[in-house]
T-cell receptor, first 113, second 111 residues
Framework: EAGVAQSPRYKIIEKRQSVAFWCNPI?????LYWYQQILGQGPKLLIQ????????DSQLPKDRFSAERLKGVDSTLKIQPAKLEDSAVYLC???????????FGPGTRLLVL | KNEVEQSPQNLTAQEGEFITINCSYS?????LHWLQQHPGGGIVSLFM???GKKKHGRLIATINIQEKHSSLHITASHPRDSAVYIC?????????????FGTGTSLTVIP
């Protein structure tokens, strides 16, 4: 079974630039999560989708972050404009349903200079 | 104060030692997850617990709901166990599941 795919694996940008990350969940998984993990800290949930609807985006900085999952499969997370403190690993995870075991992708490591 | 606290933050052990990592949480939960993160790699889910004890190979996870405490044990530790172990508490809210993550325990097993 293919796992959760993410791209790119690494991204370096300058502050005030825009960046987008892509996630392809495990086939058939209805629930998709985006996490931000700053070095030395645990992951922080940014947004949770159930199919193409948003379940929880309470910790998403909506002034600069946006995410969508238009067809209930792939998802993109965008940062516009990026700040230095956005440097982190962005993890995507999926599960078969709410409350089920999450499977994590390899993450996208973002460095903002 | 974090909703989930882990201890120790860093742990170095000799190969073969028995290892315990502790997790305490302050929120009401429906389940607790133990995750493993290797350097530069992704995260692997080790256990999901709502009560009692689970065992997988050399890994054992226990949870005491009344005391709001969970432990992850590794028997006969091996250098390949070196990783960051993260405890995550899942709370069911009206809007769906809310996860609270600990900051992780960095384990190094020396040959």
């Amino acid at each position: 079974e293919a796992g959760v795919a993410q791209s790119p694996r690494y991204k370096i940008i300058e502050k005030r630039q825009s960046v987008a990350f892509w996630c392809n969940p495990i086939s058939g998984h209805a629930t998709l999560y985006w996490y931000q993990q700053i070095l030395g800290q645990g992951p922080k949930l940014l947004i949770q989708f159930q199919n193409n609807g948003v379940v929880d985006d309470s910790q998403l900085p909506k002034d600069r972050f946006s995410a969508e999952r238009l067809k209930g499969v792939d998802s993109t997370l965008k940062i516009q404009p990026a700040k230095l403190e956005d440097s982190a690993v962005y993890l995507c995870a999926s599960s078969s349903g709410l409350g089920e075991t999450q499977y994590f992708g390899p993450g996208t490591r973002l460095l903002v200079l | 104060k974090n909703e989930v606290e882990q201890s120790p933050q860093n742990l170095t052990a000799q190969e073969g030692e028995f290892i315990t990592i502790n997790c305490s949480y302050s929120v009401g939960i429906s389940a607790l997850h133990w995750l493993q993160q290797h350097p530069g790699g992704g995260i692997v889910s080790l256990f999901m617990l709502s009560s009692g004890k689970k065992k997988h190979g050399r890994l054992i996870a226990t949870i005491n709901i009344q005391e709001k405490h969970s432990s992850l044990h590794i028997t006969a530790s091996h250098p390949r166990d070196s990783a960051v172990y993260i405890c995550a508490a899942r709370q069911v809210a009206n809007t769906g599941n809310q996860f609270y993550f600990g900051t992780g325990t960095s384990l190094t097993v020396i040959p």
